[in-house]
Each structure stands twice: as C-alpha cells, then as structure tokens.
C-alpha cells in the first residue's frame, strides 16, 4: 500500500479570532484558494496542515474543506477528506506571567505566542481513518518534566517553571488505520528559535520541542518520562510505524538554531532519511533572492521556506515529513516551482499569495 504524507504550513492563521471563520465561509478567499490548489495539485493522502487557527468544533477544517478543498480551484481536481482532527493550541492562552520581560503581559506571555487561543494552531486532514479513540495529545506537558531539558533556569523564576508547557501549540500523536497497519501521524510545529534574548528561550524550547519526538520513538527507557493529557505514560512501542511531520522551525546547517536540533531526528536510527524531499524553484529562489542564501551551507534545493533575505535568516530547509524505517520512501518533493513554470504563480515572491511556507510530501509503501 502506496501513501503520500504532506505537511504545509499554509500561514491561514489571522490577527483576531473569528477572522479565519469569515474569510472561509464564502469560496472566494485568494489566499485559501491558492493554499487549496497547491494541496490538489499534490492531492496529499494525509495532511498537516499549520498555521490555521483553532475553532472549536472544527468549524474552520470543515469550511476550508467544503469551500475550497472540495471545490476545484482553477482547473486542480478538488480532494475529498472524509477524516479532520483539530484540537486545542497553548498559543494565545495567557500564562499571568511576563515572560518575555518587557513590563506588560501580551501574546508574547502566553503559553505559546499567540494574539489570541488558538492562533496559529493546526488540523490534519486524512483520506484514511484516524482511530479517534487512541489519538494522544500532549498540550499540557510541562517542560520541567523532560529530563535533561534546555530550559533557561537562570531567566524563568520557580513559579514560571512550575506553569511552563513544552509544546508552543500541541503535540499530536494520530494513529491513521491504513489496511491492516496503523501508521502514527506524529504532529507538531514547534516555536521559532528567535525573537528571545541572551537566555535562548525560544532556541532551547525548539530544541526540546524536536527533541519529545526523538524520545517519543525511541522505546520505553527514552520515553518513559511521557504522559499525555489523559494521564497516560509513555511513547511508541517496538516496531509501530510513524510519519513525524511539521514546521519544525529548524534547519540542519544554516539560521540560528540550537545545536543539535532537527539532527535528534534527522540522525535517529528510527527514522528514514534515504531521500530527501527537494525543488528546482528553491534553487532558483536563492540564486536570484541572494543575501543571506549567498552564505548558507545547506543544499539550497532541500529549502521549504522562503524567509527574509536581509536581514532575516534567507531561505531555510524548516519543514519536515520523516517516516519510520520499516517505511520505504518511493519519491519525496517541495511545491516550489521555477518561475517559468505557470504553478509558480501560487508561490510567488513576498507578499506571497499562498505561504512563505512550501508543502512538502512523501510517498512510503507499508510493509506487507
């Protein structure tokens, strides 16, 4: 059995709650029509999708799907998604601390930087059944109690410490019911690693964040520490099949992450890494963009975000879809297209129409 797993972060969050449910309730929002075609023109079997605001109920999934996904955008066939799964984000949700140290307690002071609950949160979208009844979330798990963590002690005052999330948004663990196999859709998107200060805060929470994945997969001793939000301990047991996916903010040789990041899954022996999703329109962005791409050492074509040149990091390989190793990669690839190619025009240059963000995919084959 053949599955493509994707990962976009579509940038469909907005600045104030409720905006997202008005621009999806008609079928006529440019940007979520681009997002849309992007996502039929690579028709994804499961999809993470970030940066999409958290309405309860799903209201928001469900009109993104019915208005746009399901109606075909500029001669793309539309994809059908009989399964959603959405939950609540710590973005937006206010800590009562000032975290970030600048007298007054905002966005930046909650669990996850948010202007309000919810923002920036995520939804799957799957054309297989997702065992609802064993999905494990992990908004709730505190930072303090990953052992070995990277939490800055010198800067966060006990009381801090005590109230602290992991997670700037939510960890998901969704088992998808492909035949006969389940396949864990682990799903995350953890903060950037900038916008703090000499204390690394924000650096070391994304380390961390990647790290509860590398953990989680790496059987009972690594992740014995776990708990999820019903209380249950744990990770993933020998031999379960997973896809880690999303925006993990993190590039393995350029910008300015931790050390060690991405590398705690890119060098796991659990994970397949044997290809390496890539574009030519990414190659042409850094050549043409310059800046801060002229120094990179990473391998321009692996890039998935196209961030500001001068005086921000250039473009940056930060988005991920990652299988187990029982999963053999059939062929793996970036939406970014050249810009002789007419898809181009749902990329774009800044202001973009779509995502600063391209959706990545890969497609495995499940063991018999």
Same mark, same amino acid.
């Given at each position: ?188 998107? +953890?903060?950037?690693?900038?916008? *703090? ?7 070391? @929470?994304?380390? =961390?964040?990647?790290? %509860? &994945? ?98 921000? +990091?250039?473009?940056?390989?930060? *988005? ?7 999963? @053999?990669?059939? =062929?793996?690839?970036? %939406? &970014? ?32």
């Amino acid at each position: 059995m053949d599955v493509r797993f994707a990962t976009f972060n579509a940038s469909l969050s907005r600045n104030a709650l409720g905006e997202l449910v008005t621009d999806l309730s008609t079928p006529d929002n440019a940007q979520a029509r681009a997002v849309a075609e992007i996502i039929q023109r690579t028709s994804p079997d499961v999809l993470l999708v970030n940066e999409f605001d958290y309405v309860e109920d799903g209201v928001a999934a469900a009109l993104f799907r019915d208005n746009y996904l399901q109606v075909p955008q500029h001669g793309a066939d539309p994809v059908t998604y009989p399964h959603c799964f959405v939950a609540a984000s710590n973005t937006g949700i206010p800590t009562g601390f000032d975290l970030n140290r600048d007298g007054v307690i905002g966005g930046d002071d909650a669990f996850g930087f948010g202007l309000f609950a919810g923002q920036f949160g995520m939804v799957v979208y799957s054309r297989y059944p997702i065992d609802h009844d064993a999905v494990r979330t992990f908004q709730h798990f505190l930072w303090k109690d990953m052992p070995d963590n990277l939490m800055p002690t010198d800067f966060y005052s006990p009381e801090e410490q005590d109230i602290l999330r992991l997670s700037s948004k939510s960890h998901w663990d969704l088992p998808i019911s492909l035949g006969n196999r389940t396949v864990h859709f682990l799903v995350s998107h +953890p903060t950037p690693p900038a916008f *703090d200060g000499a204390e690394g805060r924000n650096s070391r @929470r994304n380390h =961390d964040e990647i790290r %509860f &994945w590398a953990d989680y997969i790496s059987g009972s001793l690594a992740s014995s520490y776990v708990h999820d939000d019903a209380g249950d301990p744990g990770g993933l047991g020998p031999g379960e099949l997973f896809v880690i996916a999303g925006d993990q903010n993190c590039d393995p040789n350029d910008g300015d992450s931790f050390e060690g990041s991405i590398e705690a899954l890119l060098d796991h022996p659990g994970v397949n890494t044997a290809v390496t999703p890539a574009s030519e329109g990414a190659v042409e962005a850094s050549i043409l963009q310059g800046g801060a791409n002229l120094v990179h050492v990473g391998n321009p074509a692996h890039d998935t975000a196209d961030f500001n040149d001068y005086p921000g +990091p250039g473009n940056l390989r930060v *988005d991920y879809v990652l299988p187990s190793k029982a999963l @053999r990669i059939l =062929d793996a690839g970036v %939406f &970014w297209p050249v810009r002789a190619d007419p898809l181009s025009r749902l990329t774009g240059v800044f202001p973009f129409p779509s995502s600063d963000h391209r959706l990545v995919w890969v497609d495995v084959r499940l063991p018999h």
